[in-house]
């Protein structure tokens, strides 16, 4: 039985983790099928968007400790080796061209909190819950958590929730710019989002992701000229023209 479901239609993928006796930690197997899932959406030149969910009532309960951690003898080299292959079967998420939304309908914890942040968007089930919980267990956050919650909540609020080990609910995820809506069936509402997306030119979406990437740096010199290139290319689409039309027919 595999531990990562992959189902396409029509190039909206679903990725579902599937080990909900485990609370789809990510363990050995977890994790290799996570990146050998992402990268045969990434080699699916017609993919369009991709929906991540989790089995059961949890989203991802983060990694394995024992496997990860157990073993305390190796040297911080070998860890941090170790480590940067988890980080690999989830981080490649954002490589993606397409919108990826995560629906998260249960617990988001440690690195499944960094898991759901990987993605695009998020949709928050009325029991989902994002928990930085690293310093409760006595760990530094990794998995580009700090990265993830600085962008999200600014550095005052990163660094509060990360010292606490703190958790946020489905209400205060939205509120604080974790998620982007409540929904009651949280993968309904994410399927939504990508079936709409995904009838968006696709050249379009890519750039419209890229640009967002290059805002994000904070330069905005670097994110115009990106627009003026993007804009320009697209000025000459059919659709284009067909706004151009109606508009001189008013």
Same mark, same amino acid.
């Given at each position: 039985?595999?531990?990562?479901d992959?189902?396409?239609?029509?190039?909206?993928?679903?990725?579902?983790?599937?080990?909900?006796?485990?609370?789809?930690?990510?363990?050995?197997?977890?994790?290799?099928e996570?990146?050998?899932?992402?990268?045969t959406?990434?080699?699916?030149r017609?993919?369009?968007?991709?929906?991540?969910?989790?089995?059961?009532?949890? $989203?991802?309960?983060?990694?394995?400790?024992?496997?990860?951690?157990?073993?305390?003898?190796?040297?911080?080299?070998?860890?941090?080796?170790?480590?940067?292959?988890?980080?690999?079967? $989830?981080?490649?998420?954002?490589?993606?061209?397409?919108?990826?939304?995560?629906?998260?309908?249960?617990?988001?914890?440690?690195?499944? $909190?960094?898991?759901?942040?990987?993605?695009?968007?998020?949709v928050?089930?009325?029991?989902?819950?994002?928990?930085?919980?690293?310093?409760?267990?006595?760990?530094?956050?990794?998995?580009?958590c700090?990265?993830?919650?600085?962008?999200?909540?600014?550095?005052?609020?990163?660094?509060?929730?990360?010292?606490?080990?703190?958790?946020?609910?489905?209400?205060?995820?939205?509120?604080?710019?974790?998620a982007?809506?409540v929904?009651?069936?949280?993968?309904?509402?994410?399927?939504?989002?990508?079936?709409?997306?995904?009838a968006?030119?696709?050249?379009?979406?890519?750039?419209?992701?890229r640009?967002?990437?290059?805002a994000?740096?904070?330069?905005?010199?670097?994110?115009?000229?990106?627009?003026?290139w993007?804009?320009?290319?697209?000025?000459?689409?059919?659709?284009?023209?067909?706004?151009?039309?109606? $508009?001189?027919?008013?």
């Amino acid at each position: 039985m595999t531990k990562v479901d992959l189902v396409e239609d029509g190039g909206r993928w679903t990725l579902t983790l599937n080990d909900a006796d485990r609370r789809n930690c990510l363990d050995e197997t977890m994790c290799r099928e996570l990146g050998e899932a992402v990268a045969t959406v990434a080699d699916d030149r017609g993919a369009r968007t991709l929906l991540v969910t989790g089995a059961g009532s949890a $989203f991802c309960a983060g990694a394995d400790l024992p496997a990860l951690f157990g073993d305390t003898g190796r040297p911080v080299s070998e860890i941090r080796e170790h480590l940067h292959q988890v980080y690999a079967s $989830f981080l490649s998420l954002r490589s993606l061209g397409i919108p990826t939304v995560a629906a998260v309908q249960g617990p988001a914890v440690g690195a499944g $909190f960094n898991l759901a942040m990987a993605c695009d968007v998020r949709v928050a089930g009325p029991r989902a819950a994002f928990a930085a919980t690293f310093t409760r267990i006595g760990l530094h956050p990794g998995g580009g958590c700090t990265w993830f919650l600085v962008d999200a909540l600014g550095p005052q609020k990163a660094l509060a929730l990360l010292l606490d080990g703190g958790t946020l609910d489905a209400e205060a995820a939205v509120r604080e710019g974790v998620a982007l809506t409540v929904a009651e069936d949280p993968v309904a509402e994410a399927r939504a989002l990508t079936e709409r997306w995904a009838a968006v030119d696709p050249a379009l979406v890519r750039d419209i992701k890229r640009a967002v990437g290059i805002a994000r740096t904070g330069d905005f010199g670097a994110t115009l000229e990106f627009e003026s290139w993007a804009q320009a290319s697209t000025a000459t689409g059919e659709e284009i023209r067909r706004a151009v039309e109606r $508009f001189r027919k008013r």
